[in-house]
């Protein structure tokens, strides 16, 4: 199977979970906007930073249980957001460190972690036993992954690069620019959500009518 198959096929797979799931998209997608809207109201409180960085954890973390159960990818999740905030804490300051300093080594690491989430929150056996799962299974899949991470990454970093640009040149965002960039970022995110959950789906055999093809 060439590397257009297989990314196609996660493709596909991340359209039926975001579909699966979309009220919780939906509450995702308004619910991180509108608190990026009133942070840049404000832009000099730092408690509302903190706020819309703790409220887009916790509805990350409901978005990824809510495509997980429904879109029937286990009939149980042996971990809960305690091992989430595990992963996010120390995937994030990996990947943040490789991009950072060398690029391409953030780039390796966040192709090889895609399905990191999942696997932490269905298996259960930890964040260090998660991580090295995830590492494995990704290896012979790097291609595809990489290729089908790149335009939901993208859409998040062009909003949010404009979104930087135009913020210097203004004390407090407009608010029909406000909205479009958070509802851009915020749309990335979720797409980032739905293709490693896809991942995980067909290398972890959870959506058995095309995972065998996609082995």
Not at 49 to 65: H, N, P
Not at 182 to 201: D, K, Q
Request: contains cysteine; negative net charge; proline residues 4%.
């Amino acid at each position: 199977m060439t590397v257009a198959e297989r990314v196609s096929l996660i493709f596909e797979e991340a359209q039926r979970l975001v579909l699966a799931a979309w009220k919780s998209a939906a509450i995702y997608l308004a619910g991180v906007t509108a608190l990026g809207v009133l942070a840049d109201q404000d832009p000099e409180a730092i408690g509302m930073g903190f706020l819309l960085s703790g409220v887009q954890l916790g509805l990350g973390y409901f978005l990824l249980t809510q495509m997980i159960d429904k879109g029937g990818l286990a009939d149980r999740r042996s971990a809960g957001f305690g091992t989430y905030f595990g992963l996010t804490l120390l995937s994030g300051i990996a990947i943040a460190v490789g991009l950072v300093f060398l690029l391409i080594p953030g780039i390796f690491l966040f192709v090889r972690w895609a399905p990191l989430y999942p696997v932490g929150l269905v298996d259960g056996d930890g964040i260090g036993a998660a991580m090295g799962k995830s590492f494995e299974m990704t290896k012979p899949h790097f291609w595809p992954i990489l290729v089908a991470l790149l335009p939901v990454t993208a859409l998040q970093f062009v909003f949010l690069i404009g979104y930087l640009a135009i913020e210097p040149n203004y004390f407090t965002l407009p608010l029909l620019i406000s909205t479009f960039g958070n509802l851009g970022i915020s749309a990335g995110l979720i797409g980032i959500t739905a293709v490693c959950t896809a991942v995980f789906a067909l290398l972890d055999n959870r959506n058995e009518k095309i995972a065998a093809v996609f082995d």
